[in-house]
Nanobody, 122 residues
Framework: QVQLVESGGGLVQAGGSLRLSCAASGRSFSSYAVGWFRQAPGKQREFVASISWSGGATYYADSVKGRFTVSRDIGKNTAYVQMNSLKPEDTAVYYC???????????????WGQGTQVTVSL
């Protein structure tokens, strides 16, 4: 069993930065990949980025590539996404998820956080 809690969301101006955290509880967290997803009002949830259990592999959606960086600290049971050069279209509720790599990439991960709101203003 894994429980995930996101934090770090907020209101930021376009061009600004935020770092989201995903704190996990559960002994198995270090063995799972972690993914970040977002859902804007009226839109479907979309994949943002993922990181393997070791941190050795990462994958990004084209829309955030070069602007977002995903990382994890195994010792702290926490994953992060550093978001730079934010745009108004990045406004959404951001969720982290954990499971095997394939499940994370497909959006069918077993464990999800409750989400944190990110709002980017002009």
């Amino acid at each position: 069993q894994v429980q995930l809690v996101e934090s770090g969301g907020g209101l930021v101006q376009a061009g600004g930065s935020l770092r989201l955290s995903c704190a996990a509880s559960g002994r198995s967290f270090s063995s799972y990949a972690v993914g970040w997803f977002r859902q804007a009002p009226g839109k479907q949830r979309e994949f943002v980025a993922s990181i393997s259990w070791s941190g050795g592999a990462t994958y990004y959606a084209d829309s955030v590539k070069g602007r977002f960086t995903v990382s994890r600290d195994i010792g702290k049971n926490t994953a992060y996404v550093q978001m730079n050069s934010l745009k108004p279209e990045d406004t959404a509720v951001y969720y982290c998820a954990a499971d095997r790599w394939g499940a994370v990439l497909s959006g069918t991960a077993s464990w999800w956080g409750q989400g944190t709101q990110v709002t980017v203003s002009l």
